[in-house]
């Protein structure tokens, strides 16, 4: 069974910055490129970066490239997503994903439940 859990998201005011980390299992990490989007209320769900499995590639939509950093820990089946220089609308649920390619598209293979970042002014 797959499972991607995400955690690390909090209430944090501006300026200040975040963890996210996502857990998997049931997954073979080096057959997916991995991903973070992110879904503010009444919003569509939004790209933020992903990472390849080797690391050597990734994409950022260009509203987050420079504030925000995806990675991995190939040994310890974690994905992370730091993000610094928090703004109120970065208020979102973020959701960890994974998919057989990259893609801006929150069409992945697989989801996590979300955690809630909440920036205050």
């Known amino acids: 069974q797959v499972q991607l859990v995400e955690s690390g998201g909090g209430t944090v005011q501006a300026g200040g910055s975040l963890r996210l980390t996502c857990e998997f299992s049931?997954?073979?990490?080096?057959?997916?490129?991995w991903g973070w989007f992110r879904q503010a209320p009444g919003k569509e769900r939004e790209f933020v970066a992903a990472?390849?499995?080797?690391?050597?590639?990734?994409d950022y939509a260009d509203s987050f490239e420079g504030r925000f950093t995806i990675s991995r820990d190939v040994w310890k089946n974690l994905v992370f997503l730091d993000m610094n220089n928090l703004k109120p609308e970065d208020t979102a649920a973020y959701y960890c994903?994974?998919?057989?390619?990259?893609?801006?598209?929150?069409?992945?293979?697989?989801w996590g439940q979300g955690t809630q970042v909440t920036v205050s002014s």
């Open positions: 990472i390849s499995w080797r690391g050597d590639s990734s």
């Open positions: 049931g997954v073979v990490f080096a057959n997916y490129v």
């Open positions: 994903a994974a998919d057989s390619a990259f893609s801006r598209k929150p069409d992945y293979d697989y």
